[in-house]
């Protein structure tokens, strides 16, 4: 099946540093790909969708300036959280799908762990 | 209450016993996904039924989606202690060319051996 991966699983960094995840499609071309956030016990909440080639687009409530978003190419996509604070610590799990139509399957990675200091 | 919203939050049975979790939901949809998670560790997608699909099996799973109530359910028969996990419904929704998918805040399952 499908695998996406994401590097790295996990993360710890001071306060005020900038730290960047990849997600990747291993074995397929992901038109789309998700990023999504999960605070302990909570669901996840879409952060923002991107498109291989386009400007992300972000779910309301997230600072666009502060979560980057580079989708260069159909098989990787970058989240880099700017500045980050102790408050920004969470999971961090991307999401990628490899057709456009609405009833494609999303293909999660295992997600990282963002504990900042 | 948001949209995807699971019940119950948790539950916990016996290894062999069926689960049955619910789903519920406020707008429109294009289609319903159910979800699982271990514990800390990524989300595996099971099952996907569309707006017009009203059972859907694959497995020891089956879903159903009551448009007109705006819930689904997840059973899960013959259960087994690696069935242990979160389950999540996540609704699809096509918004101005763009899908939004927003998730529930899952069922936590244990299956005790």
């Known amino acids: 099946g499908a695998v996406v991966s994401q590097h790295p699983s996990w993360v710890i960094c001071k306060s005020g540093t900038s730290v960047k995840i990849e997600c990747r499609s291993l074995?397929?071309?992901?038109?789309?790909m998700f990023w999504y956030r999960q605070f302990p016990k909570q669901s996840l909440m879409l952060m923002a969708t991107s498109n291989e080639g386009s400007k992300a687009t972000y779910e309301q409530g997230v600072e666009k300036d502060k979560f980057l978003i580079n989708h260069a190419s159909l098989t990787l996509s970058t989240l880099t959280v700017t500045s980050a604070h102790p408050e920004d610590s969470s999971f961090y799990i991307c999401?990628?799908?490899?057709?456009?139509?609405?009833?494609?399957?999303?293909?999660f990675g295992p997600g990282t762990r963002l504990t900042v200091l | 209450s948001q949209q995807g919203e699971e019940d119950p939050q948790a539950l916990s049975i016996q290894e062999g016993e069926n689960a049955t979790m619910n789903c519920s939901y406020k707008t429109s949809i294009n289609n319903l996904q159910w979800y699982r998670q271990n514990s800390g560790r990524g989300l595996v997608h099971l099952i996907l039924?569309?707006?017009?699909?009203r059972e859907k099996h694959s497995g020891r799973l089956r879903v159903t989606l009551d448009t007109s109530k705006k819930s689904s359910s997840l059973l899960i028969t013959a259960s087994r202690a690696a069935d242990t996990a979160s389950y999540f419904c996540a609704t699809v929704l096509d918004s101005g060319g763009y899908q939004k998918v927003t998730f529930g805040i899952g069922t936590k399952l244990q299956v005790i051996p």
């Open positions: 999401s990628a799908r490899a057709g456009l139509a609405l009833s494609d399957t999303q293909y």
């Open positions: 074995d397929f071309q992901a038109t789309t």
């Open positions: 039924i569309r707006s017009n699909e």
